[in-house]
């Protein structure tokens, strides 16, 4: 953004072209990111530090991976303040790694439907 004004011939790009684009990188981005997290859950290059928890925990982890990568590539259309992103995943992977004295996880976890519904986990099949 400093060099920008610098660069710029005003005869081909207005002012606002800068922001516009580091926007859409920014959007583009958060989308590459969400692919990039489900990928290491569900595909075949896993990640150790989800491997390697135990078994009590890592079903939550990865299911909190999993939800914040649904929301990274559903709401970063919404705002490109990188900021309030970080924070709703960060509230996503807190909640989702949080478990009550009871030994519940917090909040009951849901699956996707075939239809892309939320359903109860476990209603098809799912863990």
Not at 81 to 109: C, H, K, Y
């Amino acid at each position: 953004m400093r060099l920008w004004s610098g660069v710029r011939d005003p005869r081909v790009f207005r002012a606002s072209t800068c922001e516009q684009y580091l926007a859409k990188v920014k959007v583009d981005s958060w989308g590459f990111a969400a692919a990039k997290a489900a990928r290491r859950i569900v595909g075949l290059a896993k990640v150790t530090d989800i491997e390697s928890l135990d078994e009590s925990v890592r079903v939550g982890a990865a299911r909190g991976v999993l939800r914040a990568a649904r929301a990274m590539a559903t709401t970063r259309h919404l705002s490109a303040d990188v900021s309030r992103m970080t924070e709703q995943i960060g509230n996503i992977l807190l909640e989702t790694t949080t478990v009550r004295a009871s030994g519940v996880p917090f909040p009951p976890q849901t699956a996707l439907s075939p239809a892309g519904r939320s359903t109860p986990a476990g209603e098809h099949g799912d863990a």
